[in-house]
């Protein structure tokens, strides 16, 4: 067939017959194809490119591409892999599945649930999550967020080292097997979301580097290693496609972006702004974007006429940062800003989003950190008490269950439930899940070693682990004991304890949802109001979207203090449980609403 295509990175099936396949390869003078009818020469194009339309590749069958040194390396767009990363990439149908309609659910309305595939069931695979989708449904969370799917470097891991990005990681499941878990979500109403990373590439199975040296800008570097050099248009081009494909292929309601204070581009337009636009313009249904951003600024998610305008949100550390030293007493690391007066940071963090909106922060060297985020409106911060992240990077992955009393922890799941901030829960939380959530991967050799001394090193600056022999004890990334301990218990639901967990969120989230969630589409900017914050105590007010006011007091202590605020109830819990009649009490959150 014909050897001068139209270059793009990908497979793509055409019309007639058989595959177009480019790469973009400036660091070699020739490359060949190899197909299950021996290698073909590719022809070279322009700026570094070169193509091949055959029919020597069937779908499902292999190919990968042959460097002038014999060396194959799988194509870094593959839509599926044969096996491992190093291996051979896989020619798939991308029309082969073919979704129903599904109207996708307003922000509004969002409640996250994350998700780490691999360790959600024991099966560890999109087939056998799909059994559990009517748990999460029952329970009221409308949003499934999947941690990171890109192929990664063996068989277990978080997947935030993926190399093949166009790839869902096979150990879960095919292309099609995603899209399967996506169709049955939406068939009980649950929108699907997928954490995607572009600020770095793993370590293991990257082979850009051998023939496309220019993806990298060796000048500019990430805690990762080098950055990705956006400002080259073929580099540019393969990221700015990869979320539209995965929301175009598999049929998603929106995306996470991990990270994006290390995604830094010097172009006229960032990347990051450029990929939000685009989405925008191709898909009239409701996308859901949201960022992960340590510097906690807001140009990124402008607002007009309550519509926005790039991202929708952005992950609300701080507000963890603050409730978790209140809830556990830890004040190392990070959380160092967050131990000084932390009634009034809590409040803010209820009221405004952010803690630092500017001020100097002690674990950024005492630089400003932030920007003010009142304007801003109060569903577009995603709030939560634990994530996959600030349990996973404990030294034993111990959930907050397991570091406060069951009091202290009703009162801030009440707290989370019914602010007007979006909620995220992570996976298990909501039957009072026990088993950790380590650090895991599937690494070999040296890597395995450096990977191992590497992540205990981490903790040598904490007082708990000064003693390089206590570091011994910190569980080995690589031990298939630590990614097994670290697999949800799906019979705890089914105890007394469990299900007094699940009454508690079934309940705070009916009650979100009949009250609040209605009144937050078009929020307007500056809602949240700091009443009064007392040792212990905090007092907030949010003005919603009809001119009703929302009024929470909470009261994190043992002893009997705050207040009751007026209005019709919409939830309290105090002493460890629900309550119909809240009054003054020990461990208590009060939710109240009044009409305009």
Request: proline share 8%; charged share 20%.
């Amino acid at each position: 067939m014909s050897t001068s295509a139209k270059v793009a990175w990908g497979p793509a099936l055409l019309p007639g017959g058989g595959a177009r396949f480019c790469l973009w390869a400036p660091d070699v003078s020739t490359l060949s194809l190899r197909t299950p009818k021996g290698d073909l020469p590719m022809q070279s194009q322009a700026d570094g490119w070169f193509a091949l339309e055959t029919d020597a590749v069937p779908v499902g069958g292999a190919y990968a591409f042959v460097l002038p040194d014999g060396f194959a390396v799988p194509d870094p767009a593959a839509r599926a892999q044969m096996g491992d990363v190093h291996g051979p990439s896989k020619l798939v149908d991308p029309q082969a599945f073919r979704f129903s309609p599904f109207k996708a659910r307003p922000w509004s309305e969002t409640i996250i649930y994350e998700m780490h595939v691999g360790t959600f069931t024991p099966e560890g695979t999109f087939r056998a999550a799909m059994e559990r989708l009517p748990h999460l449904a029952d329970l009221g969370v409308t949003a499934v967020e999947l941690m990171p799917l890109a192929q990664f470097g063996g068989n277990r891991g978080w997947g935030y080292d993926g190399v093949l990005l166009y790839a869902p990681h096979n150990t879960y499941g095919t292309p099609d097997d995603v899209k399967a878990f996506v169709e049955a979500a939406h068939s009980h109403g649950l929108m699907v979301f997928l954490d995607v990373v572009y600020n770095h590439f793993g370590p293991d199975g990257n082979y850009l580097g051998k023939y496309a040296s220019a993806f990298f800008d060796e000048e500019r570097h990430t805690p990762w290693g080098a950055a990705i050099a956006f400002q080259n248009a073929a580099v540019r081009s393969f990221f700015v496609e990869n979320p539209l494909y995965w929301l175009r292929e598999f049929n998603l309601d929106g995306l996470r972006f991990d990270a994006i204070d290390h995604v830094r581009d010097p172009s006229p337009q960032p990347i990051l702004n450029e990929m939000a636009r685009r989405i925008r313009e191709e898909f009239s249904r409701p996308i859901h974007l949201h960022t992960e951003d340590e510097r906690n600024i807001v140009s990124l998610h402008p607002y007009v006429g309550g519509r926005p305008l790039l991202f929708t949100g952005e992950w609300n550390d701080d507000y963890h940062n603050v409730i978790h030293p209140i809830a556990t007493g830890d004040n190392e690391g990070y959380y160092q800003d967050f131990v000084d007066r932390p009634w009034h940071k809590l409040a803010r963090a209820l009221a405004e989003g952010f803690v630092f909106q500017g001020e100097p922060s002690n674990s950024h060297d005492g630089e400003p950190r932030g920007v003010p985020s009142a304007g801003q409106p109060i569903n577009a911060f995603v709030a939560f008490n634990q994530n996959h992240d600030q349990v996973g990077n404990r030294a034993f992955g111990e959930r907050l269950i397991a570091l406060t009393d069951k009091d202290l922890l009703t009162a801030l799941t009440a707290m989370l439930l019914l602010s007007p901030q979006t909620p995220l829960l992570w996976m298990g939380e909501e039957w009072g899940e026990t088993n950790p959530f380590c650090f895991f991967c599937d690494f070999k050799g040296d890597l395995a070693d450096a990977v191992r001394k590497g992540r205990r090193n981490e903790f040598a600056k904490f007082d708990a682990f000064i003693d390089p022999e206590k570091r011994d004890d910190i569980p080995d990334p690589n031990a298939p004991e630590t990614f097994t301990a670290s697999q949800l218990d799906w019979t705890k639901p089914d105890s007394a304890e469990g299900a007094a967990w699940l009454s508690l969120y079934r309940h705070l989230i009916g009650r979100r949802q009949a009250v609040i969630a209605p009144r937050l589409e078009g929020i307007g900017p500056n809602a949240g109001q700091i009443v009064h914050v007392g040792e212990g105590t905090a007092e907030v007010t949010w003005r919603l979207a009809d001119q009703s006011t929302l009024h929470m007091s909470a009261n994190l202590t043992a002893d009997v203090a705050g207040t009751v605020p007026q209005g019709n109830l919409v939830a309290a819990v105090a002493g460890g449980a629900l309550v119909e009649d809240p009054r003054p009490a020990p461990f208590s959150v009060v939710v109240k609403h009044r009409s305009s």
